[in-house]
């Protein structure tokens, strides 16, 4: 055989992984003081075609740039989420420490799917979601997964819904030749739980919402009819989702009475808590997921209230058994090996084959820090999202849409004698983004334009809130 070419030797050098990896930890460090000093714009903005016309569309034949130039360019053109006036989506500022375990993760890359190729990452896996399941109240035979994202997450749990309660064998004989399916699910609900239906074949016609109450929680005196309606097109229904968070204004629903009504009804009672699961880890906060541990399955995302790199979901399921029974009718695992099947093999239980390391990332953050800042972060933030809503409640040029129950909070910039308010908003959005000042998002709530802060970077102060405010004053007035 050839000699190694060059390019593959030095490729898997040690000595250079050691010298591009000191240089990029530097690197980041530097940059991490820089943001974190609310140094340079929060996002600096690019119309997309412009930022296209940076990055080459072709690749050189031999080695071109180095690590070191290459990320100064990454750098200069990210959005920065670790600088405090980041107060956009629901992604985290994450760990630091958690970035050097996703780095040894990527070398390591042990995809999971297999216990041979996993053999650190699953039994850590199964450590950190029975700690999880606890927190969230469940008993001691739930069990999960971690999957790739909340979208991922609920339609892994709606699947083992429609498996364990229609009655019927959609996994192995389709759809065809039953009573259509439903499920109900708030007026409210992330767009991914729709998306999770119509995969599952239920259609738009398969999915009715449950109204809402004027602070966005849903209604669980309207459960009834809501069922008799999707009843009364002949549809069968299987489940009801509700949000502990939900994700335009981060209410939550009142766990309790679905989870009396699903009881009542023969039901699967899932939980959306992508974003606010959490707040089972606060003691101050805790009552407002109160009934979550009644839930069949409930979906938990640790890149959002957990302060981990993308994507890290835990799907857990009251009783174990069902996390067996997402992805096959006959779950034979379990006849083998008892209640809770062959848990070192994820795949059986997941949609992705190969998976990063996510048991070896969520368990060294809880491992690295404990579990009470975890607890603290939670509290620290949704305590700075009642104190944005009082201060907007205090300014006679701001208008809070709704009281929030956790850390997402949204409102309006009302100047006096103003015609058009939504243009208003889109434009002090989009001016706040030109300079880089903050980077917030907006969103329609009651069919208006509103402003909406998702305070997740455990730097942001009230200052910086107070900035805010006096920067929208700013532009709006320009
Ligand atoms: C963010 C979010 C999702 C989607 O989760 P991803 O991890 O982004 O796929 C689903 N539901 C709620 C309530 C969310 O906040």
Redesign the pocket.
């Given at each position: 055989m050839d000699a190694l070419p060059e390019a593959l030797r030095s490729a898997f050098d040690p000595e250079r992984f050691r010298r591009d990896g000191h240089a990029l930890v530097d690197q980041l460090a530097d940059y991490l003081r820089a943001v974190t000093q609310r140094g340079g714009p929060v996002l600096p903005w690019a119309e997309p075609e412009d930022n296209l016309a940076r990055w080459s569309g072709s690749f050189p034949d031999e080695p071109g740039t180095s690590l070191g130039e290459l990320m100064t360019r990454v750098l200069a053109g990210s959005n920065h989420l670790h600088h405090p006036r980041y107060v956009g989506h629901?992604v985290t500022a994450p760990l630091p420490s958690s970035a050097l375990v996703h780095l040894a993760s990527a070398l390591l890359n042990n995809g999971t799917a297999v216990y041979e190729m996993g053999p650190v990452s699953a039994p850590m896996e199964r450590r950190a979601l029975a700690w999880m399941a606890q927190q969230a109240g469940f008993p001691a035979e739930a069990d999960g997964v971690l999957t790739s994202?909340?979208?991922v997450g609920?339609l892994t749990a709606l699947l083992a819904a429609r498996q364990a309660i229609t009655g019927r064998d959609v996994w192995d004989e389709g759809l065809a030749g039953g009573k259509p399916l439903a499920i109900l699910v708030p007026d409210e609900t992330?767009y991914?739980v729709k998306r999770a239906a119509q995969i599952l074949g239920l259609g738009r016609g398969g999915i009715f919402s449950i109204p809402v109450d004027e602070r966005f929680r849903l209604r669980p005196e309207a459960l009834p009819e809501t069922f008799a309606l999707a009843e009364r097109t002949g549809r069968q229904v299987f489940a009801v989702v509700a949000?502990a968070?939900?994700?335009s204004t981060g209410a939550f629903d009142p766990l309790e009475p679905v989870a009396d009504f699903c009881r009542q009804r023969g039901l699967w009672f899932h939980v959306?808590g992508?974003?606010g699961a959490a707040a089972v880890l606060s003691p101050k906060y805790a009552h407002l997921a109160a009934g979550l541990g009644r839930a069949e399955s409930l979906v938990w995302?640790a890149?959002?209230m957990m302060l981990l790199p993308a994507?890290v979901?835990a799907v857990l399921f009251r009783d174990g058994r069902r996390s067996y029974e997402a992805f096959s009718q006959r779950a034979d695992y379990l006849l083998r090996h008892g209640a809770h099947g062959e848990w070192w093999n994820p795949a059986h239980r997941t949609l992705e084959c190969t998976k990063r390391m996510m048991g070896l990332e969520l368990w060294a953050a809880l491992a690295l820090h404990g579990t009470r800042m975890f607890s603290d972060y939670v509290t620290r933030m949704f305590d700075l999202g009642r104190t944005f809503a009082a201060m907007l409640d205090d300014a006679d040029d701001f208008e809070l849409a709704v009281a929030p129950d956790c850390n997402i909070v949204c409102f309006r910039h009302v100047p006096d004698d103003f015609q058009d308010l939504d243009g208003h908003q889109e434009r002090v959005r989009a001016r706040l983004l030109a300079e880089g000042s903050f980077y917030l998002v907006q969103t329609r709530l009651r069919g208006h334009v509103h402003l909406r802060v998702t305070l997740i970077n455990p730097l942001t102060t009230e200052a910086d809130l107070e900035g805010l405010l006096e920067s929208i004053r700013r532009v709006g007035s320009s």
């Open positions: 629901q994202g909340g979208s609920n992330h991914c949000s968070g939900s994700t959306d992508a974003h995302d890149h959002k994507l979901t």
